[in-house]
């Protein structure tokens, strides 16, 4: 399927949470999407039944955890003019599940959408809407867009909405550009429904040329994906893999590992996954860390990883992008939030980090990626 289907949509939309209501509730989602290309396509919708990093110190959703059985009561798609609770399309299109209208879903599933056609005019967004009922169903709170939950009182803004971990249409494209890395890939500190993050702005660049997925998640590590579970799956899908991990793996460290990772122990994750993707066939795109208010010990370990990433690179023949520089750091900075931007870069920044992307790997006719 994601031979023929592409991302239509560069906001981060995986799994970090989990919904746990201790019984089989009954809830409707609503999301309003930004599609990077308008117009009239064939979409999948493809999703995970399982989280595919840990949030927090995993005390409530880890790495790989299983997502319930549940059931898909309805989904639908319509066209929107406008987000809000009750903002709902005049009219939705049904969509299935191996030719049914409604699914049961089981533990760690990975499934698919039937096909269905909709045209999406330019500056208007796909609404997803489905009904679910069950317990234990992956989410993320961190997606920056507007998605709200309905259980039984009307739609609110609610901390995890359950959506689709994939919005893929056959738009003709070229390479397939996975962005993989933690909330600041993810896009928390911009905009809501502005997709000012550094990844939302490139999507906006390269719509025209590749398809970008965003599959960054707050508070990921480079341990969650070096695991090899539902979140290596999800990158293995494309051409090319830009990682940007470091932030969570010198804070927090590994799930249950109780400290945060060494510059050493750092780098072998960071090229076990290098060594991972390449043999799957991705090119890969490193990044050194972007800043953050590291304690000391962090803060050490942290320009350590960056002077060494660039000879990981080219022991792997990986091209870098520097994300550190992209952001300004400066004297100025260090001892408070060491970027101008902040920890986690607002639109100024997640600009400032687009067009260093572009510099690097836009020669001026096309791009090198």
């Known amino acids: 399927m994601f031979d023929k289907y592409f991302s239509n949509v560069s906001c981060g939309t995986g799994n970090n949470y989990i919904l746990l209501f201790g019984e089989a509730k009954t809830l ?5 999407f930004k599609p990077e290309v308008a117009g009239k396509y064939n979409y999948r919708f493809f999703y995970q039944n399982s989280v595919n990093s840990t949030f927090a110190n995993g005390d409530h959703a880890y790495v790989n955890q299983k997502g319930g059985d549940w059931t898909i009561n309805y989904a639908k798609v319509g066209i929107g003019s406008e987000f809000g609770c009750y903002d709902a399309p005049d009219s939705f299109i049904t969509v299935t599940f191996d030719g049914k209208m409604t699914k049961n879903v089981s533990p760690d599933e990975y499934f ?32 920056q867009i507007p998605a709200y939950i309905d259980l039984g009182e009307g739609f609110a803004e609610h901390f995890g909405c359950p959506m689709p971990n994939f919005i893929g249409c056959d738009k003709k494209i070229g390479k397939r550009v996975v962005f993989v890395g933690d909330s600041i890939t993810q896009g928390c500190g911009t905009s809501f429904d502005k997709y000012d993050m550094w990844v939302g702005r490139i999507g906006n660049m390269l719509k025209d040329v590749y398809s970008v997925w965003n599959i960054g998640l707050g508070f990921s590590r480079a341990s969650d994906i070096e695991t090899g579970g539902s979140l290596m799956y999800k990158a293995k899908q494309n051409d090319v893999a830009v990682l940007t991990y470091g932030v969570n793996d010198l804070l927090s460290g590994k799930y249950k590992m109780g400290r945060g990772d060494t510059a050493g122990e750092l780098l072998c994750r960071i090229e076990n996954i290098v060594k991972e993707l390449q043999g799957a066939g991705l090119d890969v795109i490193l990044s050194t860390i972007p800043p953050f208010h590291y304690h000391e010990v962090a803060l050490r370990e942290w320009r350590c990883v960056n002077m060494a990433i660039l000879t990981l690179a080219k022991t792997y023949g990986c091209r870098v992008y520097d994300f550190e520089a992209s952001l300004d750091v400066s004297n100025e900075y260090l001892g408070n939030d060491y970027s101008k931007y902040g920890d986690h870069p607002n639109g100024e920044g997640g600009k400032a980090a687009a067009e260093a992307f572009k510099k690097t790997f836009f020669n001026g006719k096309e791009w090198t990626l």
Not at 113 to 126: A, C, F, M, T, W
């Open 112 to 143: 698919w959408s039937d096909e269905i056609s909709i045209d999406v005019p330019e500056g208007k967004y796909l609404v997803w809407e489905w009904e679910i009922t069950g317990d234990a169903i992956p989410c993320t709170p961190d997606s």
């Open 28 to 32: 409707k989602a609503r999301v309003f």
